[in-house]
Structures are given as C-alpha cells and as structure tokens.
C-alpha cells in the first residue's frame, strides 16, 4: 500500500495568516491526489482534487500544488472556519490511503 | 442534491459482525460512482474500508478484506457493509461516502465528493 505521510501533523496559527500543509507519498501517485476538512464530530469534507482542482464552492483561499511524490496545501488567508484537520488521499492505487492528519489549532 | 444516510447497531459484542446500510437519496446508487465505507477509531486519522460499484464489482482494503464484505441494494437505492469477527479495535465512526466521477479523471474517480454524517459503532460485551 502506498503511505501518505502529512507534515506537521498539528501547528497553531493566527487568522489572516498564509499556511502550508505537506503531504508525501512513499511512490509517485502522478496527481491522484484529494485533500479534505474535517471538523470536530462532522465528517470530512472534500476541498481539493486531482492535487489543485478546487471543488466547487471550496473558497479560493485553498489552494492545492505538487504531483508525484510531493504535495501541498496552502490556505493564503487563515480563516476562523478553517481551523479544523486536514486530511491527504491517495486514489492512484488500491488500497485508497489517507495520510495521518494535520489539525490547524489557534494561536 | 445526493445525501447518504448510515444506519445500524452502535453496539456490537466482540467476535460478532456488524453490519450497516447507507440509504442513498436524492439521487440514483446506479449513477457513475463508486460507494465507499470509511472508518475513524475514536482520535485518530481516516480508514478507507472499501468500495462498491452498482455492478457489484468491489475493491477492499487488504488490511481488513478477509473480514469485509460490502454489498448494493438497487432496489432500495441503499448500500451495506458487514465486518465478522469484530474487536475493540473496529471501535469506530463508520462512514459511507460516493466516490466523485468526473470523466476527464483516470476512471473517472476523484475523490470522495459526499459523505453520511457517521455512525459511532462500538464493540464491546
């Protein structure tokens, strides 16, 4: 199976400020490659797909780059309502494997 | 707008099978999308279970396949996972999801676009 690997896996940060979240896979996924929200006791929530296809009604702020091994998140103007748990997701190979989770916490 | 619903047991005794249904509406289990169960143990990261297809064609994760079977009602718009021989460590949120389907995606699958809100299943005597 291939591991996603997520970086850091929890930071604190203040609104307004420009974030960066990593994500590794252990072989190339091309950009197979889904990112989700997940707040406390909801269920995750698709942002972006194919590594930078943002899904519709998905905030320009979230923004996704990378292809191959390495991949990020960046949400340009942290938001109160972005704070919440990130998640990556490989859909290049089965098994489809999520990495470990990132929480965004405030300052 | 499609809505998926999780229903069954939030008990289940330890060497049992718990089984759940995720009722699809709003829209048709026989679309082109792959119907998905995901599981979450209490803290911790996301667990993809596996997936079926309106066929009846099934990917499972080799980590729980042995124990996992995952099939689709058309008639009743509705989809279901079992698991036997449970434990403590199947104590989860257990989530169904679709797969979203954009044709210029490879097979069309690109991650999943809509999920049930999760149903707490816990094994214990």
């Known amino acids: 199976a291939i591991r996603m690997t997520q970086s850091p896996s929890s930071f604190s940060a203040s609104t307004g400020d420009r974030v960066t979240i990593t994500c590794r896979a252990s072989?190339?996924?091309?950009?197979?490659l889904a990112w989700y929200q997940q707040k406390p006791g909801k269920a995750p929530k698709l942002l972006i797909y194919?590594?930078?296809t943002l899904q519709s009604g998905v905030p320009s702020r979230f923004s996704g780059s990378g292809s191959g091994t390495d991949f990020t998140l960046t949400i340009s103007c942290l938001q109160s309502e972005d704070f919440a748990t990130y998640y990556c997701q490989q859909y290049y190979s089965y098994p489809r494997t999520f990495g470990g989770g990132t929480k965004v916490e405030i300052k | 707008q499609v809505q998926l619903q999780e229903s069954g047991p939030g008990l289940v005794k330890p060497s049992g099978t718990l089984s759940l249904t995720c009722a699809v509406s709003?829209?048709?289990?026989?679309?082109?999308?792959?119907w998905s169960w995901v599981r979450q143990p209490p803290g911790k990261g996301l667990e993809w279970i596996g997936e079926i297809y309106h066929s009846g064609s099934t990917n499972y994760n080799p980590s729980l396949k042995s124990r996992v079977t995952i099939s689709v009602d058309k008639s009743k718009n509705q989809f279901s996972l079992k698991l036997s021989s449970v434990t403590a460590a199947d104590t989860a949120v257990y989530y169904c999801?679709?797969?979203?389907?954009?044709?210029?995606?490879?097979?069309?699958?690109?991650?999943?676009?809509?999920w049930g809100q999760g149903t707490t299943v816990t094994v214990s005597s």
């Open positions: 709003g829209g048709s289990i026989s679309s082109s999308n792959w």
């Open positions: 072989q190339g996924i091309s950009s197979y």
């Open positions: 999801a679709r797969g979203g389907y954009d044709r210029k995606q490879r097979g069309g699958y690109y991650g999943m676009d809509v």
């Open positions: 194919a590594a930078s």
